[in-house]
């Protein structure tokens, strides 16, 4: 009777060690996959902590401020430079450029900087020298055309939001198709420039012309 008592006890006593075993196993997991989670290198994109390689802040710095690169004023835009892009709805009376000698890509603080020239039909020209932060859809014009082959600084420029009207709507499309374009890893002025020249099977997907 003794005997059986004490096998009896043997074996709830191995069942619980098993028991303890597998739930310390489950909960090692669920704290590994809680860690991962909170991991921007390898959580997936759409997750909270994704980290998106466009974004201008380091995620390895405590309290990172993020501030602005100085901006030196490009030459004044070639014809010969000018290279074209496509427009969602556009407006047939003008068409858009882009200087590709001005355009460059700094990645300490995430901007894109660009010369953008936008011309009519009637063989008008409006230039700026704009920059555009991917990480917070904003650009910055830093200067405009004179009329006189120069580039003027406004008297006072800010950081001001994407947004998509019939003339502005360039800026969106840059934004989405090429500038803020989060395939392209390992971002470069050369890269963009190409995506604009050959990048152009998006455009009858995206409804252009």
């Not at 904003?138 to 003339?167: C, D, H, M, Q």
Request: glycine share 6%; net charge neutral; charged share 25%.
């Amino acid at each position: 009777m003794r005997e059986n008592t004490q096998a009896t006890q043997g074996a709830l006593m191995e069942s619980f060690k098993i028991y303890l075993v597998a739930l310390l196993l489950m909960l090692g997991g669920s704290v590994a996959c809680a860690a991962d989670s909170g991991n921007p290198i390898t959580s997936n994109k759409g997750d909270s902590s994704f980290y998106n390689p466009h974004d201008s802040f380091n995620p390895n710095v405590e309290e990172y401020v993020w501030e602005e690169q100085k901006t030196e004023l490009p030459s004044f835009p070639e014809d010969e430079n000018l290279v074209e892009f496509q427009v969602t709805r556009p407006n047939a009376a003008f068409s858009y450029y882009i200087d590709a000698n001005s355009l460059s890509y700094t990645k300490a603080d995430g901007i894109v900087r660009y010369i953008v020239v936008i011309k009519s039909k009637a063989g008008a020209k409006n230039v700026a020298f704009e920059g555009m932060r991917c990480s917070t859809k904003e650009f910055k014009t830093y200067a405009f055309g004179n009329g006189k082959g120069k580039l003027v600084k406004p008297r006072k420029f800010e950081w001001k939001s994407i947004i998509k009207n019939n003339y502005t709507r360039y800026r969106k499309d840059l934004a989405d198709f090429y500038f803020c374009n989060t395939d392209l890893l390992n971002l470069t002025a050369e890269k963009i420039i190409t995506e604009i020249k050959y990048g152009g099977v998006k455009a009858p997907e995206a409804g252009f012309r």
